[in-house]
């Protein structure tokens, strides 16, 4: 049936994450900053001749039916285009999971590339977007990549030069956090503090790093901060250990610090690795559209994961 095609699903974090209001039918109106960032799974994909989707996964714990993202963007595509063959599709995760960096969609993002070339499908990115949008609101983001404002439920796109050169340092503590929990307990007032996403955008088009990371901000924190002052202790010890800044991405647990240089990101992260309220830790670049396709020589992202 072919040689199996393998896909890199590149995790995202969020440099300013802002919600401005909920709307009417209980969705929440948000403005962010999306980066991805070159932490990613591995994603092999192969057709079969047994007519159906079969997933496997190197985490045993994950739903490997019609509740993973996957199976459900490989089923859109097969019933859409009227495809009778069936798909393996192969998940090697490394993204943290339910962590804010988008790991699920993602996955399903490079599901839909994937059976788009697989089956020689011609697609275009704008359709595929259109049917990542239908299954999650990160996905069509997770399919562009690179950097991005976000508007609407995050499905309005606009795309963002490329951030200044960087390192990112990624933490995720022991403990995840549930999006609907954290949407949930977000009340919303006069006293909120909202992350100035016009000026990030300004100071990204400047290409000034320190610009952006002053502007870093996420409302949600002070809904998880509240119950796991972890992650305030988190970003503390990143900032003292060298960070511009650093920040919670999405709705938690994950935290990530963004650095001037390798070296001291991956000093930084020496700290962590003897704190048993750590889960996984990775140090890695922000992605950049003009340079993905330069081949690398080396794996683009080292993972400690207890």
């Known amino acids: 049936m072919g040689q199996p095609l393998h896909l890199k699903a590149y995790a995202k974090v969020n440099l300013g994450l802002d919600v401005l209001r909920r709307r009417e039918d209980g969705y929440h109106e948000v403005r962010m900053i999306m980066q991805t960032v070159k932490l990613f799974d591995h994603i ?39 495809i009778k063959d069936g798909v393996d599709a192969d998940i090697e995760k490394h993204i943290p999971v339910a962590a804010g960096m988008a790991g699920g969609s993602t996955d399903a993002a490079a599901a839909l590339v994937g059976m788009n070339q697989l089956f020689s499908l011609g697609i275009s990115q704008d359709t595929l977007c259109e049917y990542g949008g239908a299954l999650g609101a990160d996905i069509p983001f997770c399919i562009m990549r690179g950097t991005a404002l976000c508007e609407g439920i995050g499905e309005l796109l606009t795309p963002l030069p490329s951030i200044p050169s960087c390192w990112f340092l990624i933490v995720k503590p022991s403990f995840s956090m549930s999006t609907k929990f954290v949407y949930q307990h977000l009340h919303l007032d006069n006293n909120t503090k909202h992350p100035d996403i016009d000026g ?25 901060q509240k119950h796991y002052p972890a992650i305030g202790q988190i970003k503390n010890d990143m900032r003292k250990l060298g960070a511009l800044n650093a920040l919670m991405s999405g709705s938690g647990s994950t935290v990530f610090g963004i650095f001037p240089s390798k070296d001291a990101a991956r ?33 683009a992202f080292h993972e400690r994961e207890r």
């Open 267 to 299: 000093t930084a992260a020496e700290h962590f690795y003897n704190n048993p309220g750590i889960r996984q830790i990775a140090v890695v670049r922000p992605f950049n559209k003009s340079q993905h396709s330069k081949p690398k020589k080396r794996r």
């Open 200 to 224: 990030m955008i300004s100071a990204i088009r400047e290409e000034n790093l320190i610009g952006i990371t002053r502007r870093m901000g996420n409302v949600l924190e002070q809904v998880t």
């Open 44 to 82: 092999t994909m192969k057709k079969n001749t047994c007519g159906k989707i079969r997933l496997s996964c190197n985490l045993p714990y994950l739903p490997l039916n019609e509740k993973n993202l996957v199976y459900r963007a490989i089923d859109v595509i097969r019933n859409t285009y009227h």
